[in-house]
């Protein structure tokens, strides 16, 4: 966002909402102030979090030196611009309007602010501990089957603008730019780990190689392991579905019944793993720019993905119960919300786990136990849910 001339509003036409362009101000300064002394609905509604934790990002980002207050914007605004763009997906020349500054202005603040948030993204990510989640210790559809898992991976396709000569990698399986974003999310919507900026053509198992091998990689705990869809192999610290076995939220009941113990563990399976759709639903929610490509440099678009994951950690930390992760908190969300822009996951064909792994660091007997391991909870399932029906 290297002036505000790189924002080509005539091709996305992105303008100021009505509802919010009623609290347009002299400046910028006052229009901040009017949300930050009103109500919390108006502040999460503009800039995307309540007042309690505004202000406390505010002072994260200042005492770790990564913003400070400039003769004319104080950190505040600085933010406030940051949050009003991401959590709108308005250009810049729609934010000068409200904000009342000059495009460099905006760009100035905007990267400042994106940079300051990436440099404090770590401190929001947190590996899985070993205790039980309570999602699962507290449910008798999967305690103690999945005791040892610690959240679900997933593989979603972000929008992105880059150049015509860049585009051919960046071109997915139907046809649309986009970067590949792998996320490990645990069970209370928040995100365990993120790896973006891998091309929209990449396989997803390479791009669940490279978190696992790089500096900076996915941690699994010893022992324990995560959900992974059907793009993914059955491998150590990675429990997958059964292939060419119905696989999807269906509710038995009314004389349907699963047919054998993989249809049932597939479907325990997708109960659990729908959190994924859930944290990303409820990430886009919050922050619609992810649902379009924006016409910023392609670091910058990584940079944002990145940034949008962190503060929706800490978010989800300080405020859990807003009204954007109500609607997400619960299995069934994802069935009953409707997702304004068309579905960006990519469905891969599935491949025989012997393809699959091709490249995977994994000797054989590695390879054989999780297979076994995946069997044996699917066994205790169906014997568990074959005892229960009988004494009915």
């Not at 910023?296 to 807003?322: F, M, S």
């Amino acid at each position: 966002m290297e002036s505000s001339d790189d924002e080509k509003d005539g091709v996305f036409e992105n303008y100021i909402p009505k509802d919010l362009s009623q609290t347009l101000a002299s400046n910028g300064a006052k229009f901040v102030d009017v949300v930050l002394n009103g109500d919390n609905e108006h502040c999460l509604e503009n800039f995307r979090m309540d007042k309690h934790a505004f202000y406390r990002l505010c002072d994260i980002l200042q005492a770790k030196g990564l913003l400070r207050h400039t003769n004319r914007i104080k950190i505040e605004e600085q933010l406030a611009i940051f949050m009003f763009v991401i959590g709108h997906n308005l250009r810049t020349r729609a934010v000068q309007e409200l904000f009342r500054y000059s495009g460099e202005t905006i760009s100035r603040h905007f990267n400042n602010v994106l940079n300051a948030i990436v440099a404090i993204s770590l401190d929001f990510f947190h590996d899985p501990g070993s205790d039980i989640p309570p999602e699962i210790r507290e449910d008798p559809r999967f305690y103690p089957y999945f005791k040892d898992c610690v959240g679900a991976v997933d593989g979603i396709h972000i929008p992105v603008m880059v150049g015509v000569d860049e585009q051919g990698p960046f071109r997915n399986k139907n046809g649309f730019l986009s970067q590949i974003v792998l996320a490990a999310c645990s069970f209370d919507l928040k995100f365990h780990y993120v790896l973006a900026g891998w091309e929209g053509s990449a396989a997803d198992l390479r791009v669940l190689n490279s978190a696992l091998t790089r500096n900076k990689k996915l941690h699994v705990p010893e022992g324990k392991y995560y959900l992974a869809d059907t793009k993914y192999a059955n491998i150590p610290g990675f429990i997958a579905p059964y292939h060419s076995t119905p696989y999807g939220i269906i509710e038995f009941g009314g004389g349907v019944h699963p047919q054998d113990a993989k249809e049932l563990f597939n479907h325990r399976h997708s109960l659990l793993r729908s959190v994924t759709d859930r944290t990303f639903g409820a990430l886009k929610a919050r922050f619609p720019i992810l649902m379009s490509a924006p016409p910023y440099p392609l670091p910058t678009q990584v940079k944002l993905v990145v940034a949008a994951c962190a503060i929706h950690n800490y978010i989800r930390g300080e405020k859990p119960d807003d009204w954007i992760f109500r609607m997400y908190e619960h299995e069934e969300a994802g069935l009953q919300l409707e997702d304004p822009m068309p579905p960006l996951e990519i469905e891969q064909p599935v491949m025989h786990a012997k393809t699959q792994v091709v490249d995977m660091p994994f000797e054989a007997e590695q390879l054989e136990y999780s297979s076994q391991l995946r069997d044996s909870i699917a066994a205790e399932i169906w014997n568990d849910y074959i005892r229960d029906f009988s004494s009915i």
